[in-house]
């Protein structure tokens, strides 16, 4: 293995290769099983929490791929804080302080009775230069991004520069809902599948905006002040969990 500044290095295959990337990977259930079903891509994966760390190194270890500790973002190298917490294997934490998982999951409740979060430093981890770095034009590219609130920033420096319309296959979680900061996010849920289908990407955008427990009580709350502020936000858009395709052609 080759390790540079927070990447584990297994492998790097020539030729035209198929490629996924998962970023905020947690504990890497969803990677292996990808790879468990398609044995053949080269797998690049991505997650902050230093709690995953050596069971990370080991999918990466066993596929040739890599493995990189650092928080999926916008810019290469910068020291953010991150906001994890001790319960449900970290379920929810994030670059976002004011996440309604901040404090923990505890047992889905809005409030903990007392507060089982952590606040570290990480470094960040600029996703468009990941990509320039380690992907060819003809390469397949297969991402994946539960990033928990960074997806809508990372999307538009995706879109920006050019390279999102070089992913074929992108799997997006959506959590507009989760910090108040990024309520104004929600229609991008929608608006990313209808814009990049265009340039020939297949995006399916997940969101559980209806199924979280926390998000459910949280809807309450919000609907206790105001009658109609959650449908304003436009959460009923999509489907409850699963799939939104987004909009329509016709």
């Known amino acids: 293995a080759h390790y540079r500044g927070g990447e584990w290095i297994y492998g790097v295959p020539q030729g035209r290769r198929k490629i996924v990337i998962e970023l905020g990977a947690n504990n890497g259930e969803w990677i292996s099983q990808f790879l468990q079903m398609h044995g053949d891509f080269w797998p690049i994966i991505v997650e902050a929490q230093p ?123 959506g959590h507009a809902m989760y910090a108040k900061q990024n309520y104004k996010y929600r229609p991008v849920d929608g608006v990313l599948p209808w814009l990049l289908r265009g340039c020939g990407v297949t995006m399916n955008v997940y969101q559980y905006y209806k199924a979280d427990p926390k998000l459910q009580k949280l809807r309450e709350q919000v609907e206790s002040e105001d009658a109609c502020a959650w449908l304003r936000f436009g959460v009923d858009g999509c489907s409850e969990f699963g799939s939104c395709g987004g909009i329509p052609e016709k």
């Not at 998982?101 to 409740?109: I, M, R, T």
């Not at 990033?147 to 074929?168: H, T």
Request: aromatic share 10%.
């Open 51 to 173: 709690t995953f760390k050596d069971d990370l190194r080991v999918i990466a270890q066993n596929y040739g791929g890599m493995y990189i500790q650092r928080a999926a973002w916008i810019t290469e190298g910068e020291t953010m804080t991150f906001h994890a917490h001790t319960d449900a294997g970290g379920m929810g934490s994030s670059l976002f302080g004011d996440s309604v998982y901040s404090e923990g999951f505890c047992d889905g409740d809005l409030k903990c009775n007392h507060s089982l979060g952590e606040a570290y430093d990480v470094t960040t981890l600029d996703v468009v230069s990941l990509l320039e770095r380690v992907a060819r034009p003809d390469d397949y590219i297969v991402l994946r991004m539960d990033i928990e609130g960074a997806e809508y920033e990372v999307a538009r420096r995706l879109i920006n520069s050019g390279l999102a319309c070089s992913i074929d296959n992108w799997e997006f979680e």
